[in-house]
């Protein structure tokens, strides 16, 4: 695959402006169509971004042979329906996060995906921000030592209205689907799977959770200590503390352009930016896969989303939040 890569987006909303944006300042990419279920959205929407065609349907974008692989941005509820019918029509998919609402259906989509021998990811734009890249290759050197725990929070004030996506049962809303998930992706990429887990959480009348608390134990007796809400602002700051120094990802450590160093009390600061809105550095990923011939990165892999879900699960049980 020589040609410039092809790319189809549904559900052109907040999140799919800021991620197209960034498709126009790849090189190696273009935005072929966008789908809505209202044709007027996706042209406005293609018309801003220079897509080459826009549907009123899904299924329509999907079918269009054209195509190499289609962003899916919709609410998270509809992740798993819309993902598993681009899957059959052999469309290579990026997903956003969280790729289901639990893990049985994340499961079904791994399972589709290597059933049709198509790539398929999890839009976890964090892992593949440069300041995330050099969080790893300090970890890799030891930089820190052992890492005896890990503190990150993610927070921001919502409107409080309920119909909203945030608050929504119905499109699967709450703090941790849509904003627990960094706090608790980061644990999971510095110390793995923690042993135990103990969560707390404040719900909404509308029965999703607007703050929620996490304690994870590691089987080194490592510790997480995360918190997500949509009540309030808070740092989005992550440190993560060893026994030779810290690593902190300035805010907001999920798309950080500034790292700090700390050993001996000695403070070394690394400013890295990303390009575009940070979703440049996903789209290239995506694109290498492709012309590779690969059906998953090996920098987020099936087996990461997976073991991500659940997580989340097992956080869902302890607060008792169920969709």
Not at 262 to 291: A, M, P, S, W
Request: glycine share 8%; hydrophobic share 40%.
């Amino acid at each position: 695959m020589t040609k410039k890569i092809k790319w189809g987006i549904i559900g052109p909303g907040k999140i799919a402006n800021k991620f197209a944006a960034d498709l126009v300042i790849s090189k190696d990419s273009v935005l072929y169509g966008v789908a809505s279920r209202d044709l007027d959205k996706a042209k406005a929407f293609g018309e801003k971004y220079g897509a080459t065609n826009c549907y009123s349907s899904y299924e329509q974008l999907a079918e269009d042979p054209e195509i190499d692989v289609i962003y899916i941005a919709t609410p998270h509820v509809f992740h798993y329906e819309n993902t598993m019918m681009c899957l059959k029509k052999g469309k290579a998919v990026l997903c956003e996060k969280p790729m289901g609402i639990n893990s049985d259906q994340v499961e079904e989509m791994l399972q589709e995906a290597a059933k049709q021998k198509v790539f398929l990811m999890e839009a976890i734009w964090t892992r593949f921000i440069p300041a995330t890249e050099k969080m790893l290759a300090l970890l890799e050197q030891n930089a820190i030592g052992e890492v005896l725990f890990v503190h990150a929070d993610f927070g921001f004030k919502g409107d409080g209205n309920l119909e909203s996506r945030l608050l929504n049962k119905k499109l699967g809303g709450g703090s941790l689907l849509d904003i627990g998930i960094y706090p608790i992706y980061l644990s999971l990429l510095v110390l793995g799977i923690p042993t135990d887990i103990k969560a707390m959480a404040r719900m909404t009348t509308t029965e999703v959770d607007s703050y929620c608390s996490m304690l994870f134990n590691y089987s080194n007796d490592s510790k997480a200590i995360l918190e997500s809400t949509i009540e309030a602002k808070t740092p989005t700051e992550a440190c993560i503390y060893g026994s030779e120094g810290t690593i902190k990802l300035h805010s907001r450590f999920h798309h950080a352009n500034k790292i700090t160093l700390t050993q001996n009390g000695v403070e070394e600061v690394f400013d890295i930016d990303y390009k575009g809105n940070g979703y440049f550095h996903e789209i290239e990923e995506v694109n290498n896969c492709l012309r590779q011939g690969l059906t998953q990165s090996s920098k987020l892999p099936f087996t990461l989303s997976l073991d991500l879900i659940k997580l989340i699960d097992r956080v869902k049980n302890e607060i008792g939040l169920e969709y």
